[in-house]
């Protein structure tokens, strides 16, 4: 996931639009109705699509296979699905109108704007992505979707309100409906407004967006009732032996992470000589066809249901086939996101942490599982997507153990020092890492 500095912008300006008055709570009060109804319907955007993408997935991945006898996760059924999959989403690449949006690797949190023309063409290419296997979560796409949508028909419907204001609860709506938890979408707002001058209090900017997320977060909890704890064993009071592990998988999971971000304008300009989408796309079909029989179908998809499976069974697999499932994911997400399948990278990364630091306890018990894969976790995020509010919220999640979050917070500064200043996973349109 790239830089949100675009998003830091259009928050800053959006908390600079309210002006201080003498009763701050009357001009907060019209905000709550738009803030609801973007929370609501961004949420159900994003649930419309995924809804969408599982009922075609169990088609692709159930259905078919047993109607004609093939295993569902054979290496013939994984290549020639993720390759089916490349066709399909490059011929609407190719066809539908405006492109399915801009190139993928160009775009992270700081969505832009985009015609309605091309909405339709952008769900149907992320729907098919999410179904087909290709590693990439909906994020990036889904939160375009809804600013766009949220821009188009707020300010028709409150001629009034600023266009970056609707963005603002746009995004962090579908922030919080991602997670299912509006906590995520505050912290990401409040590292975007640090060090900024805000009129007002700090929770006067907050109040619409956390809205918008509580909304969206409270939604799709009642729909569809999401779940992010792994089930790891509890982890207790942290030792000096627990500080030195969390930092030494932390710096791991950096390092594999900014791996794949030094490698990203490499391999997106080798598939950008094909020129052409349906050569594109395909061939990055076949290239994930070939990780896929590498690592298995445990690397396949965003990931979150996956890393749940390695997280019910951590001595299922041995350190050497954790390692390879980290590596394989990593390479999976870099190629994905290349060759143009729509897509965001948060979900793929936490899947590769999660592996990491199940290899990480594999090769040294002592390694408290919970502490390796919080760890690992943490690094790659930091490394993939520079927010490190949103990297420790999610990294502290998954484990649910309070003892861990201290080591997080230790763990994330020397990490932190190697990801800073360093290139990001988003390109510039001259095709260069954005820094």
Known sequence: MPSSSAYRERVIQHSAQQEPSTAPALALLPTIVPALLVGIAASLV????????????????????????????????????????????????WKAPGHAGPDPATTGLDA??????????????????????????????????????AVRLGTRAFPGAPEKGWVALAEAAT????????VAAALIISEALAGQRIKGQLWDSLFAP??????????VTLVAQPVFDLGLPPFGHPGWTDLLAAVTVALAGALLGMGAVYAFPHVHAA????????LMLPAGGLVLGGLAALGGHLTLFKGLDEMTELGHDPGGWSAGEFAVMAVVKVAAMLVAASCGFRGGRIFPAVFAGTALGLCAHALV???????????????MLLAITRQGWLSL????????????????????????????????MQLGPDGRAVR
């Open 271 to 278: 598939f950008r000589r094909l020129r052409h989408p349906m």
């Open 112 to 149: 832009p704007v985009l015609p309605p023309v091309v909405l339709p063409g952008l769900v149907l290419a992320t729907g098919l992505m999410l179904a087909g296997g290709p590693s990439l979560g909906p994020e990036n796409p889904v939160i375009a979707v809804n600013v766009s949508l």
């Open 46 to 93: 994003l649930l419309g699509v995924e809804a969408a993408a599982e009922q075609l997935e169990h088609l692709l991945w159930r259905d078919l296979p047993d109607a004609i006898g093939v295993g569902r996760y054979s290496v013939l059924w994984m290549c020639t699905v993720l390759f089916a999959t490349a066709v399909a989403v490059g011929l609407v690449v």
């Open 365 to 379: 018990p002592e390694v408290h599982v919970a502490v390796g894969v919080a760890a690992a976790v943490l690094g």
């Open 210 to 219: 956390l809205l918008a997320a509580a909304a969206g977060a409270i939604t």
């Open 393 to 424: 919220f999610v990294a502290a999640v998954l484990v649910t153990s309070p003892g861990v979050i201290t080591l997080l917070v230790l763990a994330s500064l020397p990490a932190w020092l190697l990801v800073t200043g360093r290139p990001q």
């Open 175 to 182: 922030i919080g409906a991602l997670f299912g938890t509006p």
